[in-house]
């Protein structure tokens, strides 16, 4: 009763003063359940009922003396039960209002004659009574409970000997029952209802935030969480917290109100503590009542959400309704799933468990009256109490660690790259069914912390014969404080223990979660220490569990920390100096052996760039480039793993080239191994970045391997990185052609269709590589590869669709190629594409365009038939990324081939931006820029306006790049604008005569001629000047 | 003893012993002498290590502490079982001892295991083994019942006939999968710290190991 009525009942918020149970139907129901066992107590146990309590029950009645009647002594204000304890003292004594009660005959007796109000009576007995339990069967009952050692109290009664005694404990026994009749029928009830839950809450908040911010007209001024953080069962409450429901707190600021600190809770919404300082800590107390919903409760506080919730409900009750009736169904369905691993879950099965003791118990009892049952069952009840308080702790403790660790995950910054996401803790369900090995392992890890190094060994071995593969034993060995002794064990001397203990390590660190656990508790400094082992075994175990704990971020940064890089490139050494005379002991590896978990340590740790620098300067790579002579595939794996890893970085990739590890790298795209010829490709695709290097490919023969590794698809990460080497290597032209010798761009077209994003990406990046060749355009054509480029061009992927409008447009060089092009709209798309958010995609598709317009029939009426299209370019001319601004310029240059599409653009006001980017240093920029100024020319008064826009000035510098293609559009953009007459002032004025004088040397002809006629044109009007003057 | 005997035995046994080469012996033998002491050789009798004298060296050089596991080792090393160790046992045994191949130093453990020498390991004799290999848990219903489970869990895992006991073929297998089972019953061997301790000190100047 005790437990049911702290836990479950639903008390009001403390600050109402006295305590009072809150009306609600849950309360009503335990308060039904205590009644009715009152009631039928006289009968059900006439012995017991007559038992005296040890202090009276008391509390403030409202029912009239004059309701009793036979077996009462009543008068006006009192009345005396005729029953009376051995002191001759009644066991009722009402004196008008209050009421004492001794015995459960009299309480059964008195809930009788008050019929009506009985509810009443019962629900004031029950607040004005804190502890009944206690008031009844005494204090050092109660307490000792509290202590669990029902053993102490069981001896103590059967000691005494005394009837009375053994009747107490009866009632104590029937007390308990109660206790858990009670908790299960409110767990039932608690479960009827449906509560708040993580999506609820976030959907209810999203939806506020939707109408929140500055103004009159919104709900609320503003609606935050105060955690960024989310777990992945949807809640933000730190784990310690999401025990007791709890889901999210946010802080509310409504117009009329301050700042409002909530929690969101599985029961409810209500007020807490707020942050108490400026760490943010939040008390997490209880301030308020407990609402049904956040609207409820703001309704509850703001006055003014209130009445702008009214005018905005129409809209908001709509959404609302559709918002809420997807997640409705959802809770149900997820009862007993990982979202609410509130309270009732855990209480439940330690209900069960409890019941299943205290069936047994009970069967005893009736079997064998005998002092022996007592002693036997309840030190199993105890013992299983003192493990559930053992979980409980331990619990409790990982969980507020996990907590902290997540304000580390967050304030750590974000220098390295790639991280591997951590994932939250999934703690075993508590009310789970525990497998048998759960057990077994407990028990193991009770001899592994309680034995000699020779107990620690058996049970080390036979631990180790678990299936730690499988995530219940992993779990297991976590939970039941496994971690922590192997851990500790690391730090003995005891060579055994330490080998026996990493074997364990190394199987259950594949586990995610263990992996997290190990570095929270500190292991991996202690792995690295053990890397300086002179037992070569120790050493190689190290190094394995190290590389599968270095998963993740943070426990890469602990090892470089702690020194691990150095050490594990010194591992790497062992297998160069095999002269070193071999040890007898027993727990020596193979010195190849050593040099491999080294390697595959070093893999792990090479994901992040910090250990890629530390790993080169320990002197790394020249290790890794020797050990990649070996032909050992498992020592191959990991030596080519981490040196692809590590070619993201560009002193990696110099070195590459100069330790000569290409040749090593196309050697092993021989093997048999897929998964080294995966990583030898990828290794390549990284480093083909350079020219030198994808030459060398070309020199040691790697063509060929990577063209027939293409036609084996299904193994699909290899098959990506092969094409990501071939997209690479064939940016050099000889490569293509290498390539289209061995029928690779025919089997590339075949990989147009049916594959991953990741295989898509390289496969259209090599074709568009190819395609700039003529005779690979053709055959892209003939084997039927536009179709399927074209049908690309309405992906998501921005790397996709930057290599996609990249081959598109090589096709659309091809006349005929064109003509597949337009028939497929392809056209369209591609325009629709310069729409994208992304700069590249945006870029990239405009020089698609360039070639599209060129050759395409009719292209002119082709542009013109796009809605706003002409619009969408000219405004492209406000971007501020160099590439998009000139690959728009060309684009341009490509339109305004078109005297109507020139006026419609120059109506746009092509000029004026135009103009406005002459100011520019980028030669690519320039040459496009002045083709568009030239082309643009050509219409109206477009060159008085250039002018206008003092877009001269600015050309005649760029005259002094260097770049001759610059040189030839600028000198064409000069001749036009020459045609005006102030023009050739300005460019007078800016000394371009003298430079133009020079490019009239040039070799380019077109150069030449620009260039002069530009000069004519400057000349002429001098001549016409002064012969205005002379005459 | 003159230097001509000594030189006779230390090739003797070093023609015997395939572990030590001849400096190594001699060394040992040197050692042994120092450790008896200074006692002439009195005609038919043998000179050597007692009981005793053997355990303190165990303890105080080699850091074993299991008393019983003691005596199993110098009756290991006693070949003769006349309650000493002579120098030749001593060269013999210490080779198994510090440079034993696997396959010899499983036959010496299962020798030193094997309490009564019937040439099996009985659960009772696990049980006497592994009797002070538990932290006696005050809260433990019988103290003995860990130790149970514990020979159980070595059974379980050894014993692959289950004949409830370990024949030497058990003990083998066993072994072969998991060395780190050799010791399973107690350290009978020295750990390797001590271990390259002790080489290091003996083979480099034995005179000056006076101080055992």
Redesign the interface.
């Known amino acids: 009763m005790g437990v049911a009525l702290a836990r479950s009942a639903q008390w009001t918020a403390a600050r109402y003063g006295t305590r009072a149970l809150e009306t609600t139907p849950l309360n009503e129901a335990i308060l039904e359940e205590i009644m009715m066992f009152v009631e039928s107590f006289i009968y059900k146990h006439p012995q017991e009922a007559k038992y005296v309590f040890v202090e009276p029950l008391e509390w403030k009645t409202n029912l009239d003396p004059s309701a009793f009647e036979s077996g009462y002594i009543v008068s006006e204000t009192t009345v005396k039960s005729e029953e009376v304890d051995k002191d001759g003292q009644p066991l009722l004594f009402l004196s008008v209002p209050h009421i004492k009660i001794r015995s459960f005959g009299q309480l059964s007796r008195f809930l009788l004659t008050a019929k009506d109000t009985k509810l009443k009576e019962a629900q004031a007995c029950i607040e004005a009574n804190e502890g009944p339990v206690t008031k009844i069967l005494g204090l050092d009952y109660n307490t000792m409970k509290e202590d669990t050692s029902v053993v102490n109290i069981l001896d103590k009664i059967t000691k005494e000997e005394d009837p009375a005694s053994e009747i107490k404990m009866k009632l104590g026994k029937l007390l308990e029952q109660l206790d858990l009749h009670l908790l299960n029928h409110s767990l039932r009830h608690i479960s009827l209802e449906i509560r708040l839950n993580p999506t609820i809450v976030k959907n209810d908040i999203e939806l506020l935030k939707h109408f929140s911010g500055k103004g009159e007209q919104t709900v609320l001024e503003s609606i935050d969480y105060t955690s960024d953080y989310e777990f992945s069962n949807g809640c933000r409450a730190p784990p310690w917290r999401q025990i007791h429901g709890e889901i999210c707190y946010v802080l509310v600021k409504p117009h009329d109100v301050e700042t409002l600190c909530i929690t969101c809770s599985a029961e409810g919404v209500f007020l807490n503590g707020g942050k108490t300082n400026d760490e943010g800590e939040i008390n997490y107390e209880r301030k308020s009542e407990i609402y049904k919903d956040l609207v409820t409760f703001l309704k509850e506080k703001s006055a003014k959400f209130s009445e702008n919730m009214s005018k905005q409900d129409v809209r908001f009750s709509e959404e609302w309704k559709k918002e809420k009736e997807e997640p409705k169904e959802a809770p149900k369905k997820e009862e007993a799933a990982a979202p609410r691993k509130a309270l009732p879950a855990s209480s439940k099965s330690m209900l069960e468990k409890n019941q299943i003791n205290f069936g047994k118990s009970q069967m005893t009892k009736r079997l064998e009256p005998s002092l022996n049952w007592k002693a036997t069952i309840d030190?199993k009840e105890h013992k299983s109490l003192l493990r559930d308080i053992q979980e409980e702790k331990r619990g409790g403790r990982l969980e507020s660690k996990s907590a902290e660790k997540i304000e580390e995950m967050i304030s750590e910054s974000s220098s390295e790259s790639e991280e591997d996401e951590e994932p939250p803790d999934h703690r075993q369900e508590a009310n789970a069914d525990l497998p048998s090995e759960y057990w077994q392992i407990q028990?193991?890890v009770?001899?592994l912390k309680?034995?000699?190094?020779?107990?620690t060994?058996?049970?080390?071995?036979?631990m180790?014969?678990f299936n730690l593969a499988q995530e219940t034993c992993q779990l297991a060995i976590r939970d039941v404080g496994g971690l922590e002794v192997l851990i500790n064990l690391l730090d003995t001397?005891?060579?055994?223990c330490k080998?026996?203990s990493l074997k364990i390590l190394k199987e259950i660190s594949h586990n995610p979660q263990i992996r997290r656990n190990i570095v929270d508790l500190g292991g991996l400094p202690i792995l690295v220490n053990i890397l300086d082992s002179?037992?070569k075994s120790l050493k190689c175990l190290a190094a394995e569990t190290i590389a599968n704990v270095a998963k993740f971020r943070r426990a890469r940064r602990a090892v470089r920390r702690h020194g691990g890089i150095t050490k594990l490139v010194a591992l790497l050494d062992c297998a160069q100096n095999s002269g070193e005379p071999a040890q007898?002991?027993?727990?020596d590896a193979r010195d190849v052996e050593v040099a491999r978990c080294g390697a595959l340590a070093l893999w792990s740790c090479s994901k992040s760039y910090a250990n890629k620098e530390a790993i080169r300067r320990a002197g790394g790579i020249l290790l890794l480039a020797g050990l990649l002579k070996t032909s050992h595939e498992n020592m191959l794996i990991p030596v080519v793993g981490t040196l692809q890893e590590c070619a993201s970085e560009e002193n990696y990739r110099a070195a590459i080239k100069a330790e000569r590890i290409i040749e090593n790298l196309v050697k092993n795209l021989n093997s048999e191994n897929e998964q080294l010829q995966e990583h030898c490709a990828m290794a390549i695709y990284q480093c083909a970045e350079d020219k030198e290097t994808r030459d060398l490919v070309r020199l040691h023969g790697g063509l060929k391997p990577l063209a027939s590794l293409l036609n084996n698809t299904d193994n699909k990460e290899r098959l990506a990185a092969v094409t990501g080497a071939i997209w690479k290597c064939s940016i050099s032209k000889e490569n293509v052609t290498k390539f289209r010798e061995y029928k690779a761009i025919e089997t590339l077209v075949g990989l147009l269709t049916d594959q991953p994003e990741e295989v898509l990406v390289n496969v259209v990046g090599a074709l568009g590589e190819c395609c700039q060749e003529y005779e690979n355009r053709v055959l892209v054509r003939k084997c039927g590869g536009i179709q399927p480029l074209v049908n690309l061009l309405v992906g998501i992927n921005q790397t996709l669709l930057v290599n996609v409008t990249k081959a598109v447009g090589a096709c659309a060089v091809e006349p005929e190629s064109m003509m597949i092009i337009d028939r497929l709209d392809g056209v369209r798309l591609l325009w629709s594409l310069l729409k994208n958010p992304h700069p590249d995609v945006k870029a990239s598709a405009a020089w698609a365009l360039c070639p599209c317009i060129q050759n395409a029939k009719d292209a002119g009426e082709m542009v013109r038939s796009f809605v706003g299209g002409l619009e969408l370019v000219v405004n492209l001319l406000k971007s501020d990324n160099k590439e998009v601004l000139a690959s728009v310029c060309a684009a341009i240059t490509n339109i305004a081939k078109d005297q109507e599409n020139l006026a419609v653009i120059t109506d746009h006001g092509v000029v004026p931006l135009l103009s406005k980017l002459a100011n520019t240093n980028n030669d690519k920029l320039r040459r496009h820029l002045a083709e568009a100024i030239s082309r643009c020319c050509m219409w109206g008064r477009n060159r008085v306006t250039f002018g206008e826009y003092k877009a001269v000035a600015p050309l005649v510098r760029y005259l002094k790049s260097n770049d001759a293609n610059v040189h030839r559009a600028t000198a064409q953009a000069l001749y036009q604008l020459s045609e005006d007459a102030d023009n050739c002032i300005t460019m007078h004025e800016n000394g371009a005569v003298k430079l133009l004088l020079d490019m009239v040397g040039s070799p380019d002809q077109d150069l030449q001629e620009a260039a002069a006629g530009c000069i004519s044109n400057i000349r002429r009007l001098a001549l016409a000047t002064e012969k205005a003057r002379y005459t | 003893m003159n230097r001509k005997k000594l030189q006779k035995l230390t090739d003797t046994l070093t023609k015997n012993c395939k572990h030590f080469n001849k400096f190594e012996v001699n060394c040992l033998i040197n050692l042994f002498y120092n450790l008896v002491g200074e006692v002439t050789e009195w005609q038919g009798i043998t000179i050597g290590l007692d009981r005793n004298a053997f355990r303190n060296i165990l303890h105080m050089t080699f850091g074993m502490t299991d008393d019983m596991i003691m005596d199993r080792v110098f009756r290991g090393f006693d070949k003769d079982n006349d309650g000493c160790v002579n120098v030749s046992e001593w060269i013999y045994g210490l080779s198994i001892f510090l440079r034993g191949t696997l396959e010899e130093k499983m036959k010496y453990c299962f020798e030193v295991f094997d309490l009564n020498g019937d040439g099996f390991i009985s659960k009772e004799e696990m049980f006497h083994m592994l009797k002070n290999s538990l932290l006696k848990q005050p809260s433990e219903e019988d103290p003995d019942e860990g130790i149970k489970d514990l020979v159980e869990i070595t059974l379980k895992k050894m014993d692959h006939d289950h004949d409830g006991k370990l024949s030497f073929t058990d003990y083998e297998q066993a072994v072969r999968e998991e060395t780190l089972l050799l010791e399973a019953f107690g350290p009978c061997l020295p750990d390797p710290k001590t271990h390259m301790e002790f080489e290091a000190q003996v083979f480099k100047d034995p005179n000056e190991f006076n101080d055992i």
């Open positions: 030190f028990k193991l009770k001899y309680g034995g000699n190094q020779t107990a060994v058996i049970a080390l071995c036979s180790k014969d001397d005891e060579v055994k080998i026996g002179p037992h007898s002991s027993l727990y």
